[in-house]
Nanobody, 125 residues
């Protein structure tokens, strides 16, 4: 079993930066595809970013490309989402996710088996 605890959310202003953290246990992150998703009120959960098992490949939603960076620290078994130039439309509950499976195709939520509890990010204008 894999347990994920995400943290780091908060209330920030437009243009600010914030770093989310995801602490994994039960399996090393180098054996997992790790991702970040977000869900705003009344909307479906959407993909934000992911990092492959090797750590060599990262993927981003078009809406965050160039502003968000996903990274991991295998020694600490942590995954991070560095968010910069935040916009009001980035306001959502952010979830860390993981799977030991090899994902083929789109990075949909159903392809991830383990989830954090979520951390709220609110960007005020």
């Amino acid at each position: 079993q894999v347990q994920l605890v995400d943290s780091g959310g908060g209330l920030v202003q437009t243009g600010d930066s914030l770093r989310l953290s995801c602490a994994a246990s039960g399996r090393t992150v180098s054996m997992l595809t790790m991702g970040w998703f977000r869900q705003a009120p009344g909307k479906e959960r959407e993909f934000v970013a992911s990092i492959s098992k090797s750590g060599l490949s990262t993927y981003y939603a078009d809406s965050v490309k160039g502003r968000f960076t996903i990274s991991r620290d295998s020694a600490k078994n942590m995954v991070y989402l560095q968010m910069s130039s935040l916009k009001s439309e980035d306001t959502a509950n952010y979830f860390c996710a993981a799977t030991a499976r090899t994902i083929v195709g789109a990075l949909e939520p159903y392809k991830f088996d383990y989830w954090g509890q979520g951390t709220q990010v609110t960007v005020s204008s």
